[in-house]
């Protein structure tokens, strides 16, 4: 029994300990976000340079996307600055000797890109470099399927003989012309002293899609940080429980034992004293006695 509550105190302070430091590492990273200089219009980009004095400077910035060529993404019917669209083909293929194999076949039908900036609601504009590399760029696309005939999916594209395609699927993902997104990077001039965003030195660029995005990122990163801290304390406070009961069952157990050890000794030394009293009534009379006893007889 008294294992068993050690084992199961050292597990939960254990685990308790590595929710809290989990906790406090989410809450720095919030924290670290949420302290990050806010540009909310581009235009003022310059002007946050030169009131800190340097020439970079950690910022969180905001636009749609824009650009002077876009992409005529005509399977979602919208203009994009980013196209990737691809087929996945299943099919069954006969071997020689007469057995069937099925697999899927991946076909890349169009990848695109053009050059691309930030703009904001007062017309200014910023590039973004690295883009492809940002924390959360997969999550910035619009992903769509859309349908394209077998015969003109194939044209061209010669089948290992005795493939027989069984369906076929098509999909494709787009950065449209209007997105609404939010950069956490540095914001640094280029050789030709132009504005740009691109990743913090040691850091990961960062991107999210939708107004407020950001915010809601630091407030759910809070939230979730409270959650394993708060976990933490749960599981701590069971383990200095358990931890007490198994002092209050060794305490007395070993309380007991002790008593017990002190009553077999009280009564060892008891039958002791008897002993050597019974042995005291058997001795002799002494001879005087035994002649008065005589003589009254």
């Known amino acids: 029994m008294e294992s068993l509550l050690l084992e199961v105190a050292v597990f939960l302070s254990c685990g308790g300990v590595g929710y809290y430091l989990f906790g406090r590492k989410i809450r720095r990273r919030a924290d670290y976000l949420d302290s990050i200089t806010r540009v909310h219009d581009l235009n003022r980009l310059d002007d946050e340079l030169v009131a800190k004095n340097t020439t970079s400077l950690i910022v969180v ?7 002077a060529a876009p992409l005529n993404c005509k399977n979602n019917g919208l203009l994009a600055v980013l196209v990737k ?23 890349l039908l169009r990848q695109e890109e053009t050059p691309w900036y ?4 007062t017309g200014h504009q910023v590039n973004v470099l690295g883009v492809e590399d940002a924390v959360g760029f997969h999550g910035i696309f619009n992903y769509y399927p859309f349908d394209m005939p077998a015969s003109e999916l194939f044209e061209g594209v010669v ?39 691109q990743g913090p030195k040691g850091r990961s660029l960062r991107v999210s ?11 759910r990163l809070k ?8 976990m933490g304390l749960i599981f701590g406070t069971l383990a200095v429980t358990l931890f007490v009961m198994y002092g209050v069952v060794y305490l007395r157990k070993a309380l007991l034992e002790e008593l017990d050890r002190r009553s077999k000794k ?3 030394s008891y039958s002791g004293t008897t002993h050597q ?11 005087g006695l035994a002649c008065l006893l005589v003589e009254d007889c």
């Open 223 to 230: 939230s979730k940080s409270e959650a394993w801290i708060r």
């Open 118 to 121: 930030l703009e904001d609601n």
């Open 209 to 219: 899609k939708g107004e407020g995005s950001f915010e809601s990122m630091v407030d």
């Open 85 to 107: 669209e691809q087929a996945k083909v299943d099919c069954e293929i006969e071997l020689e000797d007469g057995g069937l194999v099925k697999t899927s076949l991946n076909f």
């Open 61 to 67: 910035v905001s636009g749609r996307v824009g650009s």
């Open 277 to 287: 009293r019974e042995k005291s009534d058997t001795s002799p009379l002494p001879v």
């Open 266 to 268: 009280k009564s060892k």
């Open 159 to 197: 089948l290992p003989q005795g493939t027989k395609v069984l369906e076929h699927n098509c999909h494709g993902r787009a950065l449209n012309i209007g997105t609404y997104l939010t950069f956490v990077g540095k914001a640094v001039k280029d050789k030709a002293g132009n504005l740009v965003i």
